[in-house]
């Protein structure tokens, strides 16, 4: 019996800088790094985006993918896909990005929920059994961010 | 006969941080820092706007006045001025800002080409008499902006 | 049979931050995290330093070990090892650093020499059976070499 | 009568990146920024030099004059004159900079007494008459810096 939850079904409206949809289930054989963001979040813009597309771009071609989620809980009017679609062709992403289902009765969308996300940015590792083996809120510094993923890719 | 033009006056549709209406006229007296920017242009959200709201808590209290145009040219549908509001909020902005007046028929809105800006962002500085004393395009480092603007105080 | 070199034996006339002499051989079972820097290098205090200072810290009570190794070729009278430690003082380094034996009829230092850096800073990693992994002259990112260690780590 | 001291003269045993020995005295009718550091201070190295090297090389040719001072006033052995010169030259430092003339029975040396610095690095900014404006330990930003050397440029 494993100590670790599996990591919840993504729940996306559109999704952007992908051939077609992704799944936890489709990827399924290899590390994956979720990263909830919202578009007109200083630490997202900051430190989580930057940090998520240029970790895309030094594992390309590896047993990573790394998936950008815009969980908009906030400022809904403000942050569009439409917004979203421009955000990420002015920050040069070129990271598949889903953009999380509104919720039916809530703020907060459905993906954000299941995960249990307290804000953005949270980062979420993955590994190649589709368990949840890190979460957290907020920044965490490049160095960290690499060795875990790094034991990920190996174990 | 002056060597410096006379700055055009500011066509602006809606200001934010600021109880009433600012212009060229009625700063007349002071130093004016006036920055132009976009708030999904990377050089704008990472330098520019932070320089100026820094410089606007470093100036508090003295001649100078600093004043943010958004001078949206490109994805006008994502950079409203509802949108802005929420960016303004999310990076603690409190310098007045003001939205620069959509064009009749271009995408350029009319303050943009009054000065004759070649993009975002853009740094204007205006001396006690209303007169344009510096403007470029780009990210201008600190030390010769709060250079420049001692001068103007100055003389 | 290996295509991986074995790491060269290090000649060190000093140690710094460790109660007695550090080996290759002795490391045998865990990833050596090996920099060779001089205190008088600006890309090796702003980076190559500071960097495996909080490898240190991250790791400690990991199978990982960070060494410096301070290899003087240029400027000898400068770079002693009583101004070195002053500088490990001063930049607060806690991780183990060794003093490269000067070389007898050259200006470059016998460790230098046998790993064959091309100048300052290097960095080597070494795995659990004492083989080069990496090699490199110059900064790399804290990504990448998160990435690499924890790597290393899981094989 | 001026609210303001007069700058106490240096007391230099030897100068680099000069012709001749600069003082206040014959630096009067100019704006002088003296910075006081040591070449093993992490805060002096990272911050204090480079500011005032981009001073130095945005500011030729104008009436200001950047001085740097190594006042030494702890480990003495590893921060000799012969030490400095190689820091000076790995650093691309090209502005005068004097070593501060070492205590009879102090380990803190002569101007640094004279001008009561508590550390390093230090900043100060001398007036056209050679009086003292703005003295101040630890780091300036450079906005402050910059407005402050701007206004008693013009002044």
Known sequence: MSQYSPAPEWQVEQWFNTDGPL???T???KVVVLHAFQ???PG????G???AERLHRLLKGED?????LHTVFEHHAAMTPVALQVFLHEYRVTHPVGVDMPGPRSPVPATMRLYGFEGTPSLVLIDREGRIRHQA?????????GLMVGRLLEE
Do not use: F, N, T, W
């Open 49 to 51: 985006v930057p940090q």
């Open 64 to 68: 990573v993918v790394v998936v950008g």
């Open 137 to 145: 809120l907020g920044g965490i510094d490049d160095l960290a961010v």
């Open 39 to 41: 578009m007109l979040c």
């Open 44 to 47: 997202c813009v900051s430190h």
């Open 23 to 25: 799944s936890v289930a």
């Open 27 to 29: 990827l399924r054989g």
